[in-house]
């Protein structure tokens, strides 16, 4: 079995920790590789060589950071579907959904490309006699990313090239679930003409990760995966005094009123609800529909299409349902399903004992689309995130009704409303506690050039991903106050210095 390494000074490098964990194909259930997981001196070395060269990099003129960002972001542009194939052989989502996950990371990138606009900095001319000002922003040093297995390339994308754009070095402590991306990610910055020891992944575990934590010379720490671990690298990552970003969990709502276009509406449930099989953190797992009317009629609409979703391998280009990501994980989900139905909800579509049948493919992790109705909020199949293909229905008699109960739910990273009522779109858009919202839109996921991340359990720190939000986690602002002799007073001055 091949062993997936780490990469460090600009090449790969083999674990010497002696543990390691094996990988699996979703969509075979079979597992040909393992992955490195690090030791903490393996992670030392990594941030050693991320601390090496960061001088250099930081004063490499910011245009120049850019240029290398834009070779990388055409290697990708050429190479997407092999960066796509690489995903999915891992992860299982269908080939178009990792092109698409693939494009919207390098967005990012090429929005990182306008760093030497985005960093320039603010001057002011004789803000006393004589005196100028003017403020600058700098990076911080070695920066770590540690992200979740459901965006292997888009989601450390959301953070690295706006870091290095930055003048910030890197090191990625990507998923154990789907590792290989990462090393495919390096090995093409390097090509592009990254320097060593710029950009480093360290494989592995809660090990490298508590490592990357505690070690002094890390000085911010960015987060995406689950609520609970995102809440504790925020804690922990704090208490060691590092800038922390740390997105967690959700659960997503779309309310469709009694005016919505319901085909709109029933289409984008789908999509929402079932692509990626699910697991996207701004995946639609609540429909919310305003009286039992509406409920009826989008339940007419969905039924037949989740009954006809193409369910298969991401060799298949046709598939629009992939395995979701391990055995375990289906297990987890089919729980919730059980536990629903057993507590009083209709399971209206039954994704549970889905087989697929396709040859090569019999022991793959797939489920079918489940549709569940009537849930109500104390069930735990409501209050979790089941991050799978899974949605379920929670009916409301209004709009407040439908507000309130998106005010219940401890997550709040996405929501969306269907509607044709400009009062409605508006009062929504403006009163919802949810960091991102989309009016018509199942999964209002903002652009690179704009800023990702929820409120409430959703997130834990100040600063949500990507765009200005990025640039200024990753930099600090310096201020420098200048007098020259030709505007200087003469006498010392002991009271506080105005303006007079
Ligand atoms: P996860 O929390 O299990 O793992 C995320 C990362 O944390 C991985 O790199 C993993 O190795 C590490 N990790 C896991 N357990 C740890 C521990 N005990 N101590 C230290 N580190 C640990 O998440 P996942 O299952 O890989 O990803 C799915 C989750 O990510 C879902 O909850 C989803 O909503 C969330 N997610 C959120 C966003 C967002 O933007 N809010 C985006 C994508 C995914």
Not at 101 to 109: C, D, K, Q, Y
Not at 350 to 355: E, S, T
Not at 365 to 393: A, Q, R
Request: aromatic fraction near 8%.
């Amino acid at each position: 079995m091949t062993e997936i390494a780490h990469y460090i000074n600009g090449q790969q490098v083999a674990s010497t920790s002696g543990r390691n964990q094996e990988v699996f194909n979703p969509a075979t259930g079979s597992s040909e590789k393992t992955v490195a997981l690090a030791s903490v001196e393996e992670v030392n070395a990594g941030v050693a060589a991320a601390k090496a060269a960061w001088p250099a990099w930081s004063k490499t003129p910011a245009l120049r950071r850019a240029r290398i960002l834009d070779k990388f972001k055409n290697i990708l542009w050429e190479r997407a579907d092999q960066l796509a194939e690489a995903i999915s052989a891992e992860h299982g989502k269908t080939h178009d959904d990792a092109v698409g996950e693939v494009t919207r990371g390098l967005e990012v990138v090429e929005f990182a490309t306008s760093a030497p606009s985005f960093l320039k900095g603010e001057f002011s001319e004789n803000v006393g006699s004589g005196v100028d000002s003017h403020m600058i922003r700098q990076s911080l040093g070695v920066v770590a990313g540690i992200t979740p297995f459901n965006f292997p390339a888009m989601v450390p994308m959301w953070m690295f090239p706006i870091a290095l754009a930055c003048g910030n070095t890197f090191v990625l402590k990507p998923s154990e679930r789907d590792p290989s991306t990462s090393i495919l990610i390096a090995e093409w910055l390097t090509e592009a003409g990254l320097p060593e020891g710029v950009f480093n992944v360290i494989q592995g575990d809660k090990v490298a990760v508590d490592a990357l934590l505690e070690h002094p010379d890390v000085k911010a720490v960015s987060f995406v995966g689950s609520t609970p671990i995102a809440q504790y690298i925020h804690q922990t990552g704090i208490a060691n005094g590092k800038r922390v970003q740390a997105l967690g969990g959700a659960k997503n709502h779309m309310v469709i009123m009694p005016d919505a276009d319901l085909d709109m509406a029933a289409s984008a449930l789908m999509g929402a609800a079932f692509g990626s099989a699910g697991e996207r953190c701004m995946a639609i797992s609540v429909a919310v529909p305003v009286t039992d009317a509406v409920a009826d009629a989008l339940i007419d609409k969905l039924v037949p299409q989740i009954e006809a979703l193409k369910i298969g391998p991401s060799t298949d280009k046709t598939s629009e349902l992939g395995p979701v990501v391990t055995a375990q994980h289906r297990d987890k989900i089919k729980g919730y399903i059980d536990g629903g139905e057993a507590a009083g909800a209709k399971v209206v579509v039954d994704g549970r004992n889905f087989k697929q049948d396709k040859q090569g493919y019999e022991n793959g992790y797939f489920l079918g689309g489940t549709l569940l109705d009537n849930v109500t909020e104390d069930m735990t199949c409501y209050k979790e995130e089941i991050f799978g293909p899974v949605l379920s229905m929670v009916r409301k008699n209004s709009y407040q009704e439908a507000v309130d109960l998106i005010h219940g739910h401890e997550y709040a990273n996405g929501t969306a409303v269907f509607t044709r009522d400009g009062d409605v779109a508006r009062n929504f858009s403006q009163d919802i506690e949810v960091g991102m919202v989309g009016i018509n839109v199942p999964i209002p996921v903002p652009m690179a050039f704009h800023s990702f991340g929820g409120w409430k359990a959703s997130i834990f720190g100040d600063h949500h991903m990507h765009g200005m939000e990025g640039v200024r986690f990753y930099t600090r602002i310096k201020t420098t106050t200048t007098r020259w002799p030709s505007g200087a007073r003469v006498d010392p001055e002991f009271k506080m210095p105005t303006l007079g």
